[in-house]
Structures are given as structure tokens and as C-alpha cells.
């Protein structure tokens, strides 16, 4: 899942939501630079998150799977809950 990510201009701050010729269309700041290491963050960001759920994955199958189901169905909505709250403001 992307990153919802706003972009600002690096000069006036006004947030763009189209960048026609990599210009933003308050100032007419030369954009591109900025926007490309935007996106260069967010795709950092998301291979971490990428990486951390699989560990946490891991992690939980391996100790709910001595779990009964009625356990392992409370460890698993804990860490949905969890994961929710962590990364709430991410996506």
C-alpha cells in the first residue's frame, strides 16, 4: 500500500496537487529535484514497512502457533490493532 504523500513547494510552501512541467503554479519554482526525492523517501518508507510486517509476521506465527484458537485469534486481532495504531497516519 503507497504512502499518501503531499507535496509542498520547497520555495513558497503552498501544497501542489499538480506540478505541470515540474513548476509549481504559485511561484513557478523548478519542482522536479524536489518531487523526485520525495519519491525517493516515500519507496524507502515503504521498504522498511514492508520489511518490519514481514518480521512481525514471522514472529507472530511462530508464537501463536502453540496458541488454541480462541488464543490465537486474540493475538492476532491484538496485532492487527497494533499495527493499525503504528502505521495509522502512513497510509
Do not use: N
Request: proline share 4%; glycine share 10%.
Amino acid at each position: 500500500m503507497p504512502v499518501a504523500q503531499k507535496f509542498h513547494c520547497p520555495e513558497c510552501g503552498v501544497e501542489m496537487k499538480r506540478r505541470p512541467g515540474g513548476k509549481c503554479p504559485e511561484c513557478s519554482a523548478d519542482v522536479r529535484e524536489h518531487v523526485q526525492e520525495e519519491r525517493d523517501r516515500e519507496e524507502q518508507i515503504e521498504k522498511v514497512v514492508a520489511v518490519i510486517s514481514t518480521v512481525l509476521v514471522l514472529a507472530l506465527s511462530l508464537f501463536a502457533g502453540g496458541c488454541s484458537i480462541v488464543e490465537g485469534f486474540v493475538v492476532y486481532a491484538i496485532a492487527g490493532v497494533a499495527v493499525w495504531y503504528w502505521g495509522r497516519g502512513t497510509f
